[in-house]
């Protein structure tokens, strides 16, 4: 079965950098696209970033919400089926819990959670002032 594991967030101070990792196993990864989310206590799940494929498995369109364009990059390594989050220049309204997940077909950005097959379990981000 399809499972994704979320992995890599810890306790950091603002302005530091932290790089969030999400290895999939069960599907066949460079025909997915990937997406990143986060969620606070009483808050819906929000999109963070997304990437998706443009033209085949090769070439791979990036997207970002505007509150993390600039400072957070994602990117993906087909060959370890995971997806990364780097995230630089964190700052306490970063505070989160971190899921990535998985589509067979976004149709456009990426940006609702229903557009999403499979999620991870969720990685907890706190950044401290």
């Known amino acids: 079965q399809v499972e994704l594991v979320d992995s890599g967030g810890r306790l950091v101070q603002a302005g530091d950098s932290l790089r969030l990792s999400c290895a999939a196993s069960?599907?066949?990864?460079?025909?997915?696209?990937m997406g990143w989310f986060r969620q606070t206590p009483g808050k819906e799940r929000t999109f963070v970033a997304s990437?998706?494929?443009?033209?085949?498995?090769?070439?791979?369109?990036?997207s970002y919400a505007d509150s993390v364009k600039g400072r957070f990059t994602i990117s993906r390594d087909n060959a370890k089926n995971t997806v990364y989050l780097q995230m630089n220049s964190l700052n306490p309204e970063d505070t989160a819990i971190y899921y990535c997940?998985?589509?067979?077909?976004?149709?456009?950005?990426?940006?609702?959670?229903?557009?999403?097959?499979?999620w991870g379990q969720g990685t907890q981000v706190t950044v401290s002032s």
């Open positions: 990437s998706r494929r443009s033209g085949g498995t090769t070439y791979y369109e990036n």
């Open positions: 069960g599907l066949t990864f460079s025909t997915y696209d």
């Open positions: 997940a998985a589509s067979n077909a976004i149709q456009g950005v990426g940006v609702y959670v229903n557009e999403y097959d499979y």
